[in-house]
């Protein structure tokens, strides 16, 4: 890939992770959920998709689409981890429209939406997040403090049914949706939020 928004290699039968955020910036912890939802999914790639601005935050402290790609990257940096800005591209800014998309330009590819626990909380809030449910699998992974909130949200309540062990993980990308796990494991305390006001307090 050259281009910030150029959409990864993909082909029919491959099971792929989709990750979405504003990554502004990207930090380890979510290097981590990247490399653990690889492993934990058994998927053959990650692509990090990042957004030109969460509707539901404000774009005041937001860094241009181009660094946050090239950032992540750089951070990210593993042959099987992808990241793209190809939202912009069509000037996508719901979640749906970028997976339907995506559902129609790689028939046959297995796709995964993958999320932090915190959004599990305001899930409901989405756009259409129903149809999100319904168009593919979702693994939800946890965050600091945010597990027992998470699980008794008002999306993870009504998807209750719709839930599979921890154990078969491995066999979510491959479950007609609606499908969700909920993934414990490694986690980190860094936050975009954390960095830039680190970044904003004056040095002494």
């Known amino acids: 890939m050259t281009s910030i928004t150029d959409i990864p290699p993909h082909a029919p039968g491959l099971r792929i992770g989709l990750f979405g955020g504003s990554f502004n910036p990207a930090h380890e912890g979510h290097r981590l959920v990247a490399l653990q939802c690889l492993t934990r999914l058994q998927l053959d790639a990650v692509w990090l998709l990042v957004s030109p601005g969460n509707p539901l935050k404000s774009h005041s402290e937001l860094a241009p689409l181009e660094t946050r790609v ?40 297995r796709f995964v939406w993958i999320m932090g626990a915190d959004n599990l909380l305001q899930f409901d809030r989405w756009e259409r997040w129903q149809d999100i449910v319904n168009l593919m699998p979702l693994a939800v992974y946890a965050r600091p403090g945010s597990t027992l909130r998470a699980t008794s949200s008002k999306a993870a309540v009504a998807l209750k049914l719709n839930r599979i062990p921890e154990r078969d993980a491995e066999t979510l990308a491959d479950r007609d949706p609606p499908a969700w796990v909920y993934l414990h494991g490694i986690t980190s305390q860094q936050s975009s939020s954390a960095i830039r006001a680190a970044r904003k307090a004056p040095s002494n």
């Open 70 to 109: 090239n950032t992540t990257r750089a951070l990210m940096d593993h042959p099987r981890i992808a990241v793209t800005g190809l939202e912009a591209q069509h000037n996508y800014h719901f979640t749906i429209d970028t997976l339907e998309w995506l559902k129609a330009s790689c028939p046959g590819t």
